[in-house]
């Protein structure tokens, strides 16, 4: 099951920076999650400093 960014995100780009598959992808309001290129490894729940991260 991927990961999925809710709409508490506030586009920081710290889970962009984070992601070793480039599953993440920018947006002017909020970031999202390719879940064909999400590998499940949750790094980038952990580095989300607003808890906008959470499994889908
Ligand atoms: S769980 Fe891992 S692979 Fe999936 S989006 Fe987050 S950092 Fe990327
Ligand atoms: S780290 Fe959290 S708040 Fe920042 S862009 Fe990613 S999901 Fe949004």
């Given at each position: 099951?991927a990961?999925?960014?809710?709409?508490?995100?506030t586009?920081c780009?710290?889970?962009?920076e984070?992601?070793?598959s480039?599953?993440?992808?920018?947006?002017?309001?909020?970031?999202?999650i390719?879940p064909?290129?999400?590998?499940?490894?949750?790094?980038?729940?952990a580095?989300c400093?607003?808890k906008?991260?959470?499994q889908?």
């Amino acid at each position: 099951m991927a990961y999925k960014i809710t709409e508490t995100c506030t586009a920081c780009g710290t889970c962009f920076e984070t992601c070793p598959s480039e599953a993440i992808v920018k947006g002017d309001a909020r970031y999202s999650i390719t879940p064909d290129k999400c590998i499940d490894c949750a790094a980038c729940e952990a580095s989300c400093p607003s808890k906008s991260i959470v499994q889908g």
